[in-house]
């Protein structure tokens, strides 16, 4: 896919994490390629792969004192999105 993972400001390997139900527990995992239809193909500390739609994954990233929060995989895309445009 062109574009692939950057397009979504994410990078191989970057952790990420998601949750199978709501109120169920985060699980994590890393992130290994972009599928053909628009999902991100996760690798979970098991080993198992799965594909996983933008809108379910989160991302680590720097909070607003410099520590580690999470942030939704869409606002990050949307964010760089925008920078590419300029």
Known sequence: MPG??????????????????????????????????????????GGSARSLAVERLEVVCAGPRGGTGWEPLCDRASRTEQLRLL
């Open 4 to 45: 692939g993972l950057a397009v979504l400001g994410l990078q191989p390997g970057e952790k990420v994490r998601w949750r199978t139900a709501a109120g169920a527990r985060w699980r994590t995992g890393h992130v290994t390629h972009r599928e053909r239809d628009g999902s991100v193909a996760v690798t979970d500390s």
